[in-house]
């Protein structure tokens, strides 16, 4: 079962936040993030392991809420380099299983 | 290391003709992923292995597809009869547990 993002798109300024939200409509054991470059390979950013853990490092963060079965990933003071398409990642509710991505959201930071 | 190895870069082909695209894992990495990039349809999961057997294929789109993991450092996805639908960006990824890492991505198109 694929995990619904929202929203689909987000354009910024820098120094803007923003927030990109992620659920399932099944158990989770992890959330992962990554972020796509136009023309590129998805990059890893984090993963979340059931335990409403927030990891971040920098100015971008995420939480798991593995009750309502939701992560959101927060970008505080957005930089242009955070352009892209960030994509969050669930499991089967296993610790290895196959992981499904969302549709994405499509980032897009300004001068 | 050298991160995932994804070959070709690009292919071009004639409907109806074979095509093999081929991945090499990070070596240690027990789980591997193929899928597959539209902008229709996003990034979708077509097969993945854990300890070089097949776990889930059922994001195959047909017969026409097959993958196959000889050992734990080659994997191949292999499309017979190749069809203009086919034409997408190929993902390889490789995990240990936790965060998967792409290749590059083989771009095939079908003429």
């Known amino acids: 079962q694929q995990p619904v993002q929202s929203p689909q798109a987000v354009i910024l300024r820098e120094g803007e936040d923003a927030v990109i939200n992620c659920s399932s409509s099944?158990?989770?054991?992890?959330v992962h993030w990554y972020r796509q470059k136009h023309g590129e390979a998805p990059v890893f950013l984090m993963i979340?392991?059931?335990?409403?853990e927030q990891k971040g490092h920098e100015k971008i963060s995420a939480s798991f809420n593995e009750k309502k079965q939701q992560s959101s990933l927060y970008l505080t003071a957005s930089q242009l380099s955070y352009s892209g398409t960030y994509f969050c990642?669930?499991?089967?509710?296993?610790?290895?299983?196959?992981?499904?991505f969302g549709q994405g959201t499509i980032l897009t930071v300004h001068p | 290391d050298a991160g995932v190895i994804q070959s070709p870069r690009h292919e071009v082909t004639e409907m109806g003709q074979e095509v093999t695209l081929r991945c090499k894992p990070i070596?240690?990495?027990?789980?591997l992923f193929w899928y597959r990039q539209t902008m229709m349809r996003g990034l979708e999961l077509l097969i993945y292995?854990?300890?070089?057997?097949?776990?889930?294929d059922s994001g195959m789109p047909e017969d026409r597809f097959s993958a196959k993991m000889p050992n734990a450092s080659f994997s191949t996805l292999k499309i017979q009869p190749s069809e203009p639908r086919d034409s997408a960006v190929y993902f390889c990824?490789?995990?240990?547990?936790?965060?998967?890492?792409f290749g590059q991505g083989t771009r095939l198109t079908v003429v």
């Open positions: 990824a490789s995990s240990l547990a936790s965060a998967a890492f």
């Open positions: 099944k158990a989770l054991y992890s």
């Open positions: 979340l392991l059931k335990g409403g």
């Open positions: 990642g669930t499991d089967g509710g296993t610790s290895y299983g196959k992981l499904t």
């Open positions: 070596s240690g990495h027990n789980s």
């Open positions: 292995f854990n300890n070089n057997v097949p776990i889930d």
